[in-house]
């Protein structure tokens, strides 16, 4: 017999979204890892709040929510509000009841610098490679680096003098010419995001408004285990390389480092030495600083077999995390956006290794 529909919505729901939610899904394992990290942050938390005042969206439900957000690679926090709204699923993740209301959208724009900023990023961050290290997921004997160019939330046409005074802009989307112009980093900067530079990373790649993004990954896994966003040149990769080797844990034990050929340079091996870690970076054809005692050794040659995965995490900031172009302007809430985005990755990659993530289930 055919079933008919019933247009006549039911006044009350007797059953729970804990009861929705399949006891085999990824996000359960999930949430209760996050909730057991965000329990420990409860000091960071209390610092940026005041004890008075109109209770605050829980920072806890916030901080998830932007997790979903990478995860299912929502476009905007507008949608995302509103994703969470209709989903059963992400209210249960954030921890909403089937009655309560969403906050607004721009909850998030109004908690950027409290919440969002570096500092509670990179605690959230290090709680997630402290998990890792404690289930002897992470070594801390050998890693990789490498660097990205993340495009910032600006165009060419932001690119002007810095001594230029020509008054009133000349609308929303004008008519701009560059050919001929010299346009450099020392005489021009963007007036939309002043901390993005000009750069291209080869010499058939073309120039853009950008931002660099580092990152130090351990061999065992594949794990990350520390971020840095710096200002786009051409020394930053190795700059940046040698600030996260020198906050790595455990100084006192030798280490090794993966890297491309962009890292062959004396002042970076002379670096890497002085902070007792042995460089295993791609030698250049024609002057290398790479010393052949080191190139000879079979851990050589599997650094540089290891290192290309750092491009797994790369490749899945920005087409799952939507870091391929920030939409933040400036280089300090890059930086927090970036460190949730690995910290995420993070999550899903030890639920890989655990077993208990499946993407085709998520």
């Not at 599997?302 to 290192?307: D, G, I, N, P, Q």
Request: hydrophobic share 40%.
């Amino acid at each position: 017999m055919r079933g008919s529909q019933d247009f006549q919505g039911a006044m009350f729901s007797y059953i729970s979204l804990e009861e929705r939610v399949p006891q085999a899904h990824p996000l359960r394992k999930l949430r209760a890892v996050v909730d057991a990290l965000l329990a420990t942050m409860n000091r960071e938390f209390e610092a940026v709040y005041a004890r008075r005042g109109r209770p605050s969206v829980p920072p806890e439900m916030l901080l998830k929510a932007l997790l979903l957000q990478i995860l299912f690679s929502i476009r905007s926090e507008r949608q995302l509000v509103e994703a969470i709204n209709y989903n059963l699923l992400y209210r249960w993740f954030v921890g909403l009841n089937i009655e309560d209301k969403v906050w607004d959208h721009s909850t998030f724009s109004a908690n950027r610098e409290r919440l969002f900023n570096e500092d509670l990023a990179r605690a959230f961050f290090e709680r997630v490679k402290l998990s890792a290290q404690w289930g002897k997921l992470a070594s801390d004997e050998h890693f990789s680096v490498d660097g990205t160019l993340i495009d910032a939330w600006a165009s060419h046409k932001s690119f002007k003098r810095k001594d230029d005074d020509s008054g009133t802009p000349p609308g929303r989307n004008p008519e701009v010419d560059f050919k001929g112009q010299e346009r450099c980093n020392d005489t021009h900067e963007s007036t939309t995001d002043a901390d993005a530079r000009l750069f291209k990373k080869s010499q058939g790649d073309k120039s853009r408004l950008c931002h660099m993004g580092h990152i130090l990954m351990e061999n065992r896994n594949g794990l990350i285990v520390d971020v840095e966003i710096t200002h786009a040149s051409g020394t930053a990769e190795r700059e940046a390389a040698l600030a996260m080797l020198e906050r790595r844990g455990n100084r006192n034990k030798r280490a090794t480092v993966g890297a491309d050929k962009g890292y062959d340079s004396k002042a970076f091996i002379k670096g890497c030495r002085k902070l007792k870690v042995t460089p295993h970076v791609a030698a250049k054809d024609k002057h290398s600083a790479v010393d052949a005692r080191v190139t000879r050794h079979e851990g050589y040659k599997t650094s540089l077999k290891v290192r290309k995965r750092i491009e797994e995490a790369f490749g899945w900031i920005k087409t799952v995390g939507g870091l391929a172009k920030t939409k933040l302007i400036g280089q300090a809430k890059l930086t927090g956006q970036a460190l949730l985005c690995f910290a995420t990755y993070n999550l899903v990659r030890m639920g890989s290794i655990g077993g208990w993530w499946d993407a085709h289930h998520a």
